[in-house]
Nanobody, 122 residues
Framework: QLQASGGGLVQTGGSLRLSCAAS????????MGWFRQAPGKERDVVAA????????WYADSVKGRFTISRDNAKNTVYLQMNSLKPEDTAVYYC?????????????????WGQGTQVTVSS
């Protein structure tokens, strides 16, 4: 029900825009988040947004470089990633939390996308 796309291979300093399209239900009342998991590491939250889009949160490691946004009319959430670094290399997952407010706790997320690979070359 969540389809993440937009990943790929990019050089250091480049940009990518990830999209998370929902189907089967409306996620406009859900909090949404982007997580990432690098090889051999735990899955960590990267950014989160509340149902209306007026409240956002970012991990310190991406603050100032990544922007999360949503278009409820399109049932889609985005993650604009700029100034990418090799340490941003990971599989990125989008997720939806039935709690409509912003949450960074993975246990609050009820639905998960399949992940999209982002690779940043040095």
């Amino acid at each position: 029900q969540l389809q993440a796309s937009g990943g790929g291979l990019v050089q250091t300093g480049g940009s990518l825009r990830l999209s998370c399209a929902a189907s089967g239900r409306t996620f406009s009342s859900y909090g949404m988040g982007w997580f990432r998991q690098a090889p051999g590491k735990e899955r960590d939250v990267v950014a989160a947004i509340n149902w209306s889009g007026d409240s956002t949160w970012y991990a310190d490691s991406v603050k100032g470089r990544f922007t999360i946004s949503r278009d409820n009319a399109k049932n889609t959430v985005y993650l604009q990633m700029n100034s990418l670094k090799p340490e941003d290399t990971a599989v990125y997952y989008c997720a939806a939390a039935s709690k409509g407010w912003l949450t960074i706790n993975s246990y609050d997320y009820n639905y998960w996308g399949q992940g999209t690979q982002v690779t940043v070359s040095s």
